[in-house]
Structure formats: C-alpha cells, structure tokens
C-alpha cells in the first residue's frame, strides 16, 4: 500500500513516520499497524522482561499492549511525545503490573500450601520440594482448585488470590460467616487430602516383576 502526504510523493509503509503509522492505524490500517509491531515488539519485550523476568510473561503483556493500541489508537496524541517514547511508558506501567500480579499469585500459592500442610491428614515428616518440585505443586494445586465445587472454588480464589477476609467473601456472596467458614475448611481439606495422595504416588517404589 502507498500513501500520498503534503509533498504529494507516494511512499510505502516502512518509509513512514511512526507518528504517520498511528494516524493511520486509527483509521484500522493493518499495514500501519504490522509495521509499528515490526518496528518496537522487540524493544518493548525487552523493557517489559527487564521489570518481570519471565520472556512468556513478557510477550504476553506486549500482545496485549499492540491489542489495545489496534482497539485505541486514538487515545495516543503527538503531544504526549514520540510513539515509540509512549509505548516504552506503557510498557513499563504493564510489566509492573504483571509483575504485581505474578507475586500476588505466589504469595496466594504459599499461603494456600502453608494452610493445606496445617491439616492433620496433610503429609508428615517431609517437605513438599523434597517430593514435587514447587513449580510443579502449584500447577498440581491449580488443577485441584478448578475441580471444586464452585461454591468451594470461589471462596478459595477470593480467600487466596483476591486476598479478601472471611467476612468480605460472607458479604460479597451474600450468605452467614459461618457458611463461608465450612466451604474454605472442606476446600482445603479435599485439597490436603488429594496433594497427599499425590506425595504418595510420587515417594511410592514401584512394584518388581
């Protein structure tokens, strides 16, 4: 595709300003936009890999970035400086939100653990990294989650990874203390008692022939 500007030369998309390419991605050109995504998706990962050190976690937020800009290219304006400038400002506020929510979940994940090893059927005299690698438990504990009933699911997710009080989850669902207070404990004893069967398949020595 050409364009024709002020001086009336027609030029191809590389040949263009990024400041030219946003006004044209407003106007949903793909062209524009594939450029502008040639020209800085790199950059912009590198920035955001800086901040989350995670190079998945870092392409996501910039698919996500490019996303945005493809859906509200209008909210750039050349007064707020150069594209690439503004890009690398968004970046940077992105990544430090995943990050914020990559630390959250962790944070989510060890108090859940520290929670289900309190449980008298939990496992005894051994360390979950002994056994499973942490990485590994958590993606356990994730499936394990997802297989709750949802009543017991929500409140889990609102307890652990929303970060909310017993008494918060009793007030957004609308339903006593006390109920919220059994769900959490069934939760985490259905969820003590499957990570438990779990250490034992993984300790257990297999059967000779």
């Not at 407003?26 to 800086?50: P, Q, W």
């Not at 690439?84 to 940077?92: D, E, F, K």
């Not at 994940?109 to 590994?136: C, F, G, V």
């Amino acid at each position: 595709m050409l364009y024709t500007f002020d001086s009336g030369a027609p030029l191809a998309v590389q040949q263009l300003t990024d400041e030219e390419l946003m006004r044209a991605v407003t106007r949903k050109d793909h062209r524009a936009f594939n450029e502008l995504y040639r020209r800085h998706s790199a950059a912009l990962c590198s920035v955001v890999n800086r901040i989350v050190h995670d190079e998945f976690a870092s392409e996501d937020v910039v698919q996500e970035i490019f996303i945005d800009l493809w859906e509200s290219a209008r909210r750039y304006s050349e007064a707020k400086g150069k594209v690439a400038g503004w890009l690398t400002t968004i970046s940077r506020r992105r990544a430090i939100d995943r990050l914020r929510k990559i630390q959250c979940r962790q944070r989510a994940h060890d108090r859940l653990e520290s929670d289900i090893e309190k449980q008298p059927i939990a496992w005894t005299h051994t360390r979950i990294e002994s056994d499973i690698e942490a990485s590994e438990l958590q993606r356990i504990l994730a499936g394990m989650i997802e297989r709750l009933p949802k009543a017991q699911r929500d409140a889990v997710h609102w307890a652990y990874y929303d970060g909310m009080s017993q008494r918060e989850i009793a007030a957004q669902m609308q339903i006593p203390l006390g109920t919220i207070k059994t769900r959490l404990d069934l939760a985490i004893r259905k969820l003590s008692g499957a990570v438990r069967e779990v250490l034992n398949d993984a300790t257990a020595v297999p059967a000779t022939v």
